[in-house]
């Protein structure tokens, strides 16, 4: 998992989703985590969205969503605080949503 991470930027919505959907079809990684700060949170989470919802639907879902806040220094010198998330997708168990057969044999 080391390198499945996706950080949210300016570049366009789909431009991530992408990222997201080949993670887990070209590379088959296990699980993929969402990155973002301050105003680009809003992205982070419609990009888990539409990747869990539209494009891999049924094999993927969102894992986990964990929050907090970030202190760093500006060129100006200021100490300032910002917002962080990151939203863990992980593949969906498929053994446990293939019917299981309760045939018997006599």
């Known amino acids: ?9 300016t570049k366009p919505l789909m431009s991530y989703v992408t990222a997201v959907v080949m993670q887990f079809t070209a590379r088959n990684a ?7 700060r301050g ?3 809003s992205r982070a989470v419609d990009v888990a969205e539409v990747a869990t919802k ?4 049924g094999q ?10 970030e202190g760093f220094t500006t060129n100006e010198g200021r100490q300032v605080r910002v917002s962080s998330i990151e939203i863990t997708l ?6 446990a949503l293939a019917p299981q ?3 018997t044999m006599p």
């Open 60 to 69: 993927a879902e969102i894992r986990h969503i964990s929050t907090s806040s």
């Open 30 to 36: 296990e699980t993929v985590v969402v990155k973002a």
């Open 90 to 95: 992980g593949k969906k168990n498929m053994d």
């Open 1 to 9: 998992m080391s390198d499945n991470f996706i950080f949210i930027g």
């Open 39 to 41: 105003k680009f949170i």
């Open 54 to 57: 539209r494009f891999l639907e």
């Open 101 to 103: 057969s309760s045939c």
